[in-house]
């Protein structure tokens, strides 16, 4: 796989120069925060950020994306048919993804995209995608990637992985459509192995000083129920306000509701994030509601993710431990604290 | 401020000791820097958990909601009032409640931290009397905090609770000569296009998580208008009229309701200052019926009455 090795300055230059074969996307500062927006918005483009606010699963699974379009006037031959709305699938490249962003991918790959169903859209607009990762040279003190089989220059999810050495970028790719994206590159030199070797022992260096603070490997064992009803969660959910702030930071919550919205003759069907957070999320046509108090769905959020996604895929936790819930949680629930309670539930005890 | 800690340790364990109460609400040393847990205490045995520092922003009269026991509650003066409009409102009883009263001298803003810190990672920020400590890893920064407040508390004017059972200090003085409503001053002065615009870039990055209306103690109808579908009031989706339409109707609700103590914003993941409306209609509300809302148990909030001799002609 190809390496090439950029100034900074010839590396801004080049991305600027990817317009034509790609539509690029990265973390540019909007107010107090970063947030994934087009490189034709860019002022300035500095890969200096911790984190994005909000991940980048939005320009894949966006927060509302029409479906289907469909007319009721009823002198229309194709009245009440659902249409395929248009969308852009043209190749895209997402730049500056933190590696647990791009971990959490495969993550939810799982739901959409499995032997039994397949979401189209999600499915192309990731096809269409070029990952192109930025290693973390210091990760955050909420950062616990390590802990859920990712790392700070973890490569899984990348196509292409770039590696800041101070006044350069090293950027390696990983996949095929990561060479075929260094490809169109302008500029930058082969990287030798000098530079190779540096990129190899800060990653190393970064990763092995990183701590591993959540335990997570009792979770597969534990019995589901004795989980479900330990005596901890009305403990965990009392501050909670039910709000969607973890559920849309999150990079692997990926649940969504389908609304119909009309005006006059003209109708879309569109999906929208949705969060087990709201008591709407499961309340019945009928008025009932299986999680109508705060607590089940604080158990729920959390069950999901640490026991089963466990159980179901026994591949580890869907978290990609990018710390964006236990920063920005308004009232300071912790997963990894409540991850801790988990893991070290006896039951009985 | 954190001088309070063991007071209140103290008072939340006779409290549960003797019976006065079943449960006490307070807040935790929270995760991370600048953030504290709200808690509820059964147990007089946990009470060294309760801590207070100036990053308990939030407002626990919204853990009142519905609770059936006796409850200590910690509150400052912002807190207090919307206690008092709690018992108005009939969600909850006085006599169900034992206000353990905080003289308050405002909560840090923690985005405006971060801000001065130039978006840096903060990894500890310790409160040391009127002045906060800020760590980082390559940096050590000293703030006053009264030049770091969340921006209702630098104009606030009812810092001591309004209703209490005991206090945990002496009073502290009132803030003499705030100007709380000069941001809505310079929204009113601007042409109608103007304001539109304003309100439509204030909110444009809002996520719709809801976060400012759950926060919101005010917010406690048992079914949310956003929430509804039969009929659906607003569409679900992030389109700009529906994402104004929740803003302006949350605004609404909260008119000769709203008590300023920033929890709206203090919570919301992207920065808006949602504010911006409810001061408006704070403002309104004191221009126009002298009102500012919590401070009396013994008057009804001008939009929940009717009086035969009101002056307006419009009722009449």
Redesign the interface.
């Given at each position: 796989m190809a390496n090439k090795v950029f100034s900074k300055d010839a590396w801004l230059e080049a991305l600027g120069g990817l317009k034509e074969h790609y539509r690029v996307f990265l973390p540019l500062k909007?107010?107090?925060?970063f947030t994934y927006k087009p490189i034709e918005e860019a002022k300035k483009i500095h890969f200096d950020y911790?984190n994005t606010?909000?991940s980048p699963k939005g320009l894949i699974f966006p927060?509302?994306e029409r479906m289907f379009e469909f007319s009721l006037d009823t002198q229309d031959p194709e009245a009440n048919i659902l249409k395929e709305a248009p969308k852009d699938d043209s190749p895209r490249a997402i730049v500056g993804v933190r590696p647990c962003d791009a971990h959490a991918v495969g993550l939810v790959r799982r739901n959409f995209d499995n032997p039994e169903y397949r979401d189209p859209w999600w499915v192309k607009h990731v096809e269409a995608a070029t990952y192109v990762g930025l290693g973390c040279n210091?990760p955050?003190?909420?950062c616990f990637c390590k802990s859920v089989g990712g790392g700070p220059f973890n490569e899984e999810g990348l196509d292409a992985m770039m590696v800041d050495l101070g006044d350069r970028f090293l950027v390696r790719a990983l996949t095929e459509k990561g060479e075929e994206f260094l490809s169109r590159v302008q500029g930058g030199e082969a990287a030798d192995e000098e530079v190779l070797k540096e990129a190899r022992e800060l990653a190393q260096k970064v990763t092995d000083e990183m701590p591993d603070t959540v335990p997570t490997g009792r979770l597969k064992d534990l019995p589901v129920m004795a989980l479900f009803e330990a005596p901890f969660w009305e403990?965990v959910a009392?501050?909670c306000?039910?709000?969607?702030?973890c559920t849309?930071?999150c990079p692997t919550c990926w649940c969504f509701?389908i609304?119909d919205?009309v005006y006059k003759t003209e109708g879309i069907r569109?999906r929208?994030w949705d969060?087990c957070m709201?008591?709407?999320f499961t309340l019945h046509g009928s008025g009932h509601n299986p999680r109508d108090q705060k607590f089940q769905r604080v158990r729920q959020r959390f069950m999901h993710k640490l026991k089963y996604y466990v159980d179901k895929y026994g591949d580890g936790v869907q978290c990609s431990g990018c710390g964006r819930c236990?920063?920005?949680?308004?009232?300071?629930?912790?997963i990894?604290?409540v991850c801790g309670l988990m893991d070290a539930y006896e039951p009985g005890a | 401020m954190i001088q309070y800690t063991d007071k209140i340790r103290e008072i939340a364990g006779r409290l549960l000791k003797d019976g006065t109460v079943e449960v006490f609400i307070g807040y935790r040393k929270?995760?991370?820097p600048m953030?504290?847990?709200?808690?509820?205490i059964r147990d007089p045995d946990q009470v060294d958990t309760l801590h207070w520092d100036v990053n308990c922003g939030?407002n626990l009269c919204?853990?009142l909601t519905r609770r059936t026991e006796k409850i200590g509650i910690l509150a400052t003066g912002c807190n207090s009032r919307n206690i008092v409009t709690h018992i108005i409102e009939n969600q909850i009883k006085r006599e169900q409640l034992y206000i353990v009263g905080i003289p308050c001298t405002g909560m840090v803003d923690h985005?405006a931290v971060?801000?001065a810190v130039g978006?840096k990672?903060i990894?500890s920020a310790e409160q040391q009397g009127e002045k906060l400590i800020v760590k980082g890893?390559d940096f050590e920064k000293t703030f006053e905090i009264k030049e770091i407040l969340q921006s209702n508390c630098a104009v606030c004017r009812h810092r001591n609770p309004v209703e209490v059972d005991e206090m945990v200090a002496d009073p502290v003085p009132e803030q003499e000569g705030v100007e709380p409503y000069k941001d809505v001053e310079s929204v009113e002065g601007m042409e109608p296009r103007k304001k539109w615009e304003f309100f439509t870039r204030l909110i444009s990055?809002c996520?719709?998580?809801?976060?400012c209306?759950?926060?919101c103690p005010l917010c406690y109808c048992p079914t949310c208008f956003v929430?509804e579908s039969r009929p659906q009031w607003v569409?679900?989706?992030?389109?700009p009229t529906d994402t104004m339409t929740f803003h302006f109707l949350r605004a609404y609700h909260c008119a000769g309701r709203c008590t300023d103590c920033g929890a709206c914003e203090?919570?919301?993941?992207?920065?808006i200052s949602m504010r911006q409306f409810t001061k408006k209609l704070n403002k309104d509300a004191e221009e126009l019926f002298s009102w500012e809302a919590g401070l009396t148990l013994e008057q009804r909030p001008p939009l929940d009455v009717y009086r035969p001799d009101d002056y307006n002609d419009f009722i009449k």
């Open positions: 909007d107010g107090d925060f911790d606010r909000l927060q509302s210091a955050c003190a909420t403990e009392f501050a306000l039910n709000c969607g702030t849309y930071l509701d609304q919205e569109l929208n969060s709201f008591p709407l236990v920063q920005f949680c308004p009232v300071n629930i912790d990894r604290r | 929270g995760t991370v953030m504290n847990e709200p808690v509820l939030l919204n853990y985005r971060k801000r978006g990672e990894l890893a990055r996520l719709r998580c809801y976060a209306r759950n926060a929430d569409g679900k989706s992030n389109d203090r919570v919301c993941p992207v920065g």
